[in-house]
């Protein structure tokens, strides 16, 4: 199995598409972070508009956490998209180029085979994220330094403590991970049924963007199915940002405001994986493999 | 017995002066008390109790210098602050000038007798449009403020006293005032998610808030840099 592994991962690494993805976020980051650099207190005065018509707001605003919460906010949107660059591939690509009957040929079963293609994709998808750990919070804190992350929210502000933070982004990084995972999962389910990368990267990209749209719309008749939409629960990284308070309005040191929402996100999402995984190994052992 | 009486008498005319004492006097007094201090540097601590703020109470460094340079600065941190925080500042409380002051009888705040000043400013463009003071006259301390601006709303200051009294400065500041609505756009918050948000809209219907300033040491009259106000 980890043999599987290492040559589904030398395929993906050695494919020039790969990197198409750590690029753009490479690029993405560093084009922000100078932006910031250079236009970080005019950024500031404007998303603090509202609050600094009536408060004096002194400190530290853009700082390293700050931009990379920015970051975040930017990225994990267009990430997804980038994953089923790859994802959507994995499957259909070996079909296009005429492997896929060959290596099915070897004495490996059909449910070690996808298995190994998807753990491939998972670490793929992780190396990812970690790339923009690096790049999105690390050399953040590099060239802005740190302090206490200041965060908007639609009806409260939320303020964290520096020495309240670092574990917060571990953990947001973590969630990212499942759910990039769950995009992964819908583009290596699709590239089952397409003998070209074309549509089931097409297809994977149109079901994010459909299912982004359904979840932001706040009409009664999507708040029904949202709950069910692994789009919902994407974002949901950034409840490791929101803080209790207790009785007296003070903050309440490493503690979330919501945990069971992000345990009730991560449920769906790794339902969402098992369930897509699980009909993907069904369909492929059943399926009448011609190319 | 004719000593106890001749004792009451001299405390009863030593009560009787220093309440009939003009209001300007006593303003002018606790001026000069508080002028005493040309600057200083004091360390403590911050708690913001805003309905629609989440924040730590943080330690703060507090700078002061005449006539009405203030700042406060949170360690490694962010500080909020209300508009026109700048009177947490006792200085700036005090140090006002072209104002009527009418005096408005005594009042109990925090079981101690207190003078009611009003001033009233005479600049019709000055942002204050009334203030009222409480001054324990017998220490020549402010217990309590209450301004209203036209700017800003109005606002309470609540100021106790301990180790430093003797130069007018507090050991807390409460100040105390009325927050307006915050709603931020879904466009700049990117968060489209308003579930689970009720009983935070239900909270934030109080929209009176509240800053607390707890101080623990002052270094009076050392210097401080102009630069650090900038």
């Known amino acids: 199995m980890f043999t599987l592994i290492q ?15 750590f690029i753009a976020i490479a690029a993405l980051t560093i084009i922000v972070q100078l932006g910031l650099k250079v236009d970080g207190k005019e950024y500031a005065d404007f998303v603090m508009a509202d609050l600094k018509n009536t408060f004096s707001i002194d400190g530290k605003i853009i700082n390293g956490y700050f931009v990379c919460y920015v970051l ?58 970690i790339w923009l750990a690096i790049l999105g919070l690390l050399l953040s804190i590099f060239i802005f330094g740190t302090g206490d992350l200041l965060l908007l929210k639609n009806n409260y502000v939320v303020q964290l403590q520096q020495n309240d933070i670092f574990w917060r982004y571990t953990g947001a990084f973590l969630f990212a991970a499942i759910a990039m995972i769950t995009v992964a999962a819908v583009g290596f389910f699709l590239s089952l049924f397409a003998e070209n990368s074309i549509g089931p ?29 692994f789009t919902t629960h994407l974002v ?14 003070e903050t309440i040191a490493g503690s979330i405001q919501n945990p069971a929402k992000i345990i009730n996100s991560l449920t769906v999402l790794i339902a969402h994986i098992i369930i897509l995984i699980s009909i993907t190994i069904f369909i492929f052992k059943k399926k009448d493999i011609l190319s | ?32 008390k508080i002028n005493l201090v040309n600057d200083y540097t004091a360390t403590g601590k911050m708690k913001t109790d805003i309905t629609f703020i989440k924040a730590p109470i943080g330690k703060v460094t507090v700078y002061f210098k005449k006539p009405n340079k203030f700042k406060l600065k949170k360690e490694n941190g962010i500080s909020i602050l209300p508009k026109g925080g700048v009177s947490i500042n006792i200085g700036a409380i005090i140090n006002v000038e072209d104002f009527d002051i009418i005096d408005s009888g005594e009042e109990i705040i925090d079981n101690t007798i207190t003078r009611k000043i009003i001033l009233l400013p005479k600049n019709e463009t000055n942002d204050v449009a009334l203030s009222t003071m409480y001054i324990d006259a017998e220490k020549l301390l402010v217990k309590k403020v209450v301004t209203t601006t036209k700017e800003n709303g109005t606002y309470q200051i609540l100021i106790s006293y301990g180790n430093y009294s003797q130069y007018g400065l507090p050991d807390k500041v409460v100040f105390g005032f009325n927050t307006k609505d915050y709603k ?19 909270k934030m219907k109080n929209k009176k808030g509240k800053v607390e300033i707890m101080y623990n040491t002052y270094i009076i009259n050392k210097g401080i840099n102009d630069a650090i106000f900038n």
């Not at chain 1, 009664?220 to 709950?227: E, R, S």
């Not at chain 1, 949901?236 to 309005?249: C, L, R, S, V």
Request: glycine fraction near 2%; hydrophobic fraction near 50%.
């Open chain 1, 7 to 21: 040559i589904e991962l030398y395929k993906i690494f050695n494919r020039p598409r790969t990197y198409i993805a």
């Open chain 1, 72 to 129: 975040l906010q930017l990225l994990l949107v267009h990430v997804p998209l980038l994953i089923a660059l790859i994802a959507a591939d994995m499957i259909s690509g070996e079909a296009n180029i005429g492997t896929l009957r060959l290596l099915l040929t070897k004495p490996i079963s059909r449910v070690q085979f996808i298995i190994a293609k998807f753990i491939a994709t998972c670490i793929y998808t992780v190396a990812l994220l």
């Open chain 1, 201 to 229: 990267i097409v297809a994977t990209m149109s079901i994010i963007i459909v299912c982004t749209i359904l979840s932001t719309m706040s009409l009664p008749l999507f708040n029904l199915i949202k709950p069910y939409l």
């Open chain 1, 236 to 249: 949901t990284w950034k409840e490791f940002f929101d803080i209790k308070i207790n009785n007296q309005n």
């Open chain 2, 1 to 32: 017995m004719k000593k106890l009486g001749f004792l009451f008498l001299i405390l009863l005319c030593f009560q009787s002066i220093v309440f009939s004492q003009d209001a300007t006097t006593l303003l002018n007094k606790v001026k000069a």
């Open chain 2, 184 to 202: 931020m756009p879904k466009g700049i918050t990117m968060e489209f998610d308003d579930e689970g948000k009720k009983e935070m809209r239900e």
